[in-house]
């Protein structure tokens, strides 16, 4: 077992030697900013948004169609009906991994609510799945999990969310058993080593908790053998760990460790060591640190990769066999994802002898990079965004990733690394919707507050059979994507679709804090949550007024749980130009995600808001719940009857206060839900009262909605009933498309009502 308090003297330090980042005239470094080029687009009424060198935005209209109905905005008949919308999809939640002997290809999908392991053969192009309905491949390590299986010659290992152990099925006809017996363990992210017979995985003890008292479970990184299920310590003493990969030889360990404060993507530290006989006594020969590192790997000759964000940005690093550093991407493209999950790992090594080629999700491009010249090829596909990882076949010629875009769904695909050409592998559900109802993202950027500048998707509204009149501009709903360390998604989303195809426009923020513009951009929001990601959202209804492209009277606003927060403050603030909100079981107290929340995220407001014993004054001031006077638009409130991480009646009580203001609410509450709602049924309900309570709001009628939601001082709708209440059928849905960590439903437990 390796203690980290005993290797400090005798570890080299092992820093990258790079070049510094290149500033303008101004002594500027970039703050993530990028010249942005918006192709046209054949969507109606709306200007396309072109974002030139200059910063510049220049605007085209394009005619509607001859064959055209002329309707109001939002007044739009369409196909896609809250029923489609909701409608299960099979979802591919885990990257590609490839079996390295048999050459099948490996991944894990969601369908109806649980999660199982499928192989592609490429071959005889075959699917077959391996776990059946009474094994939830799933992983719970952080709260978040990911890296929940891994595969050797036939050989899968899995770790099942029933009871948290780790299983052995030796084919997809065997009974998996039962490998590792502890009680209260987790594991995840695991590579197994040949050479040990043994897997390598991070370890979370929550025994400990309950047994001594302790208030947070244990992590480190284990080697459990792949026959007995022996488990042992190899490295512990750090709070949180990932990424432990293995060489070809069994020679060496690599892995990802911080401490806190730190979340992973503000600051850890990577280490390699040497894999002794007596594994109690393993010897570290790098140790890396300073920054954000992720996902190290070993190739066949057993040199290291790993991503870094040195420059300002994820890029991939080479450490070849001379010792030497080399960075493959040195762009200002992001490299992978914030580690919110495990498992992800956003390039691969080309396995083929004398290859020396890798392949890189590298922005929303598939890279290919030349490891002797060290030049780089964007693989050109019909596709425009990748997601959780990369793996090359076990020839070289192709590799497997998860594509989509604005009008597909994510799926598993495969890709000739040559010509670019891809075949679809896992089951995708397709929206069943033509194209003439779709609205594809337009990515903007627009000014904002301290002279920054923030980034958003707009979408545009779209519907071949009708156009606006002309001179009119639609209604605006802006949304908040989860994280906040993270990003919004174009991938397609048929809620988005719902309203755009009737005619809102949709605004996906990308505030300041947003991953995929760079370490400072990343950064801008520390200590600024509920400032900068709340001026940006309000920046940006407010820019797409001035543009002339939305109405100012009807900008709306919505989001749910942990991402309401901003929502919620966006309308409480003083002078917000919203007109109306819809809130989705939202927190609204920072104080309560500091103080009730989970190992993982313990210290996560101290980075975003600031310690909460030295700047309590931040947390009431940016508190929408002890704010809520301030609520002066009207607003929709769902909420789950059951929820325990946000209790209803924090929504109850920002209900009555609007409602006593003479303002349109209404409190939409479930009887069968808790914190998110998993029922398709609420689902549908409240995307159809989401989207009639703004009609009667913004006073237009909706072609093809109907609710029989009550809303609160509205002309002839006034009841004695303080809120409405649904029964839920419970038939769990595998629908999800909204974007962002999802946390646990014990997340921020026992907050208080007011």
């Known amino acids: ?120 053969d490429p071959d005889t192009r075959k699917v ?19 890296g929940s299986f891994t595969v050797y010659n036939n050989t899968l290992f899995f770790s099942r969310g029933e ?33 040990w017979n043994a897997l390598f995985l991070v370890m979370e003890d929550h025994s400990r908790v309950e047994e001594r008292g302790l208030q947070e479970p244990r992590n480190s990184i284990v080697m459990v053998d792949a026959s007995s299920g022996k488990e042992e310590i190899i490295v512990e003493h750090a709070d949180f760990f990932a990424s432990p990969r293995v060489t070809q030889d069994g020679l060496h360990l690599v892995w990802i460790q911080w401490n806190h404060p730190n979340m992973p993507w503000d600051e850890n530290q990577m280490f ?89 999700i590298c922005g929303h491009d598939l890279t290919v990079v030349d490891l002797r010249k060290q ?38 695909v495969e890709v000739e690394v040559r010509t670019g050409r891809t075949r679809d592998v896992s089951r995708a559900s397709d929206a069943g919707v ?27 509204p779209k519907n ?98 942990m991402a309401a927060y901003t929502m919620l403050s966006a309308l409480t603030i003083p002078g917000s130009v919203f007109k109306a909100g819809a809130s989705y079981y939202g927190v609204s107290d920072p104080e309560t995600m500091a103080t009730n929340t989970h190992k993982f995220k313990k210290n996560y407001m101290e980075a975003l808001i600031g310690n909460l014993d030295r700047h309590k004054d931040r947390y009431v001031t940016r508190s929408p719940l002890r704010n809520y006077e301030r609520l002066e638009v009207p607003m929709i409130f769902f909420h789950g009857a059951n929820d325990k991480v946000v209790p209803p009646d924090q929504a109850r009580g920002m209900y009555k206060l609007v409602k006593s203001k003479h303002l349109p609410a209404a409190f939409i509450v479930f009887e069968d839900e808790g914190h998110v709602f998993t029922h398709r049924e609420s689902l549908s309900r409240a995307l159809e009262a989401e989207f009639y309570f703004f009609a009667k709001v913004f006073n237009f009628t909706p072609a093809d909605i109907v609710s029989n939601i009550t809303i609160d001082n509205m002309d002839g709708e006034q009841t004695g009933k303080e809120e409405r209440q649904f029964p839920s059928r419970r038939r769990p849905s595998s629908f999800h498309q909204d974007h962002g960590p999802k946390g646990p439903v014990n997340d921020i437990t026992e907050a208080k009502p007011t």
């Not at 996902?295 to 790993?306: G, I, V």
């Not at 990369?390 to 070289?396: D, P, R």
């Not at 989303?493 to 300041?512: C, E, K, M, P």
Request: charged share 20%; proline share 6%.
């Open 128 to 146: 077959v799945r391996w776990t059946g309905p009474d094994y939830d491949v799933v992983s719970r390590v952080h709260e978040y999990g990911g």
């Open 272 to 360: 390699v060591a040497e894999l002794k006989e007596d594994r109690t006594d393993i010897t570290i020969s790098r140790f890396f640190q300073h920054g954000s590192m992720m996902t190290p790997f070993f190739d066949q000759n057993n040199e290291l990769f790993y991503v870094h964000d040195s420059t300002g940005w994820w890029n991939l690093y080479w450490v070849n066999r001379r010792g030497f550093e080399i960075n493959l991407t040195p762009q200002s493209l992001e490299v992978g994802w914030p580690t919110w999950r495990l498992g992800r790992q956003a390039y691969d090594i080309n396995p083929r002898l004398g290859a020396r080629e890798a392949v890189v």
């Open 464 to 561: 071949k059979d009708y156009h606006a009149p002309a001179g009119t501009r639609p209604p605006l709903l802006v949304k908040v994507h989860e994280g906040p360390t993270d990003a919004a998604s174009t991938a397609l989303n048929l809620y988005y679709q719902f309203f755009t195809s009737r005619g809102f426009a949709i605004l996906d923020v990308d505030y300041r804090g947003s991953t995929g513009y760079g370490k400072l951009y990343r950064n801008k929001l520390n200590e600024m949550w509920g400032v900068y990601d709340v001026e940006d959202v309000l920046a940006g209804a407010s820019h797409l007024v001035k543009e002339g492209l939305v109405d100012e009277a009807r900008l709306c606003i919505d989001s749910s749980s």
């Open 434 to 460: 033509e194209e003439g109802y779709i609205s594809t993202a337009r990515l903007m950027q627009f000014p904002t507050t301290q002279g920054d500048f923030a980034y958003g998707y707009l979408y545009s």
């Open 375 to 412: 030049k780089r090829r964007v693989i050109k596909t019909d596709y425009t965004t990748y997601s959780l990882g990369v793996a090359y076949s076990k020839t070289g010629d192709k590799v497997y990733t998860v594509a989509s875009d604005g009008v597909r769904h994510p799926r598993l």
């Open 1 to 120: 077992m390796l203690t980290l308090l005993s290797i400090y003297g005798v570890a080299s330090v092992f820093i990258p030697t790079l070049s510094p980042l290149e500033k303008d005239s101004e002594g500027d470094s970039g703050l993530g900013r990028l010249d942005l080029s918006i192709s046209n687009t054949t969507e109606h009424s709306l200007g396309i948004l072109i974002i030139g060198a200059g910063n510049t935005v220049r605007k085209s209209q394009v005619s509607p169609s001859r064959s055209s109905t002329e309707a109001p905005y939002g007044s739009w008949p369409s196909p896609i009906t809250s029923n489609l919308v909701t409608e299960p999809i099979s979802a591919v939640v885990e990257p590609p991994r490839i079996d390295p002997i048999t050459g099948l290809v490996f991944w894990s999908e969601e369908v109806n609510g649980r999660r199982a392991v499928y192989h592609f």
């Open 163 to 195: 009871d948290d152990a780790l299983y052995r099925q030796d084919g997809p006809e065997a009974q998996p058993s039962r490998l590792t017996h502890g009680q209260k363990k987790r594991y995840a992210d695991g590579v197994y080593s040949p050479e």
